[in-house]
């Protein structure tokens, strides 16, 4: 398969890595958008949000639940963010389910 989270999760391509278990990979963002960026990616390739499925819930669940932990580790005790871009027009730049955490400063709406 020819997806850059695929490879970054199997270690082909190098990753700030910051948490791993069985359903999920989180590493730090290469262009960060606030002082603490990472992302967390489903292991499962599934290409978009478009694409997940009742059996999925339990997944997406525990990728909240990593958020809250890993920001507890890096002191986003003021709040932090969690994206998820849905395909193109949603600001989507690679094919597979991922969600980007946000912190260390104060976040306006609208985003963009």
Known sequence: MDCLFCKIISGE??????????????????????????????????????????????????????????????GLTKGYRIVNNCKEDGGQSVDHLHFHVLGGRSLKWPPG
């Open 13 to 74: 391509i190098p990753s700030d890595k910051i948490y791993e278990d069985d359903l999920v990979y989180a590493f730090r963002d290469i262009d960060p958008q606030a002082p603490t960026h990472f992302l967390i990616v489903p292991k499962e390739h599934i290409a978009s949000a478009d694409e997940l499925e009742e059996r999925h819930k339990e997944l997406v669940g525990h990728v909240f639940l990593i958020a809250k932990k890993i920001c507890a580790e890096e």
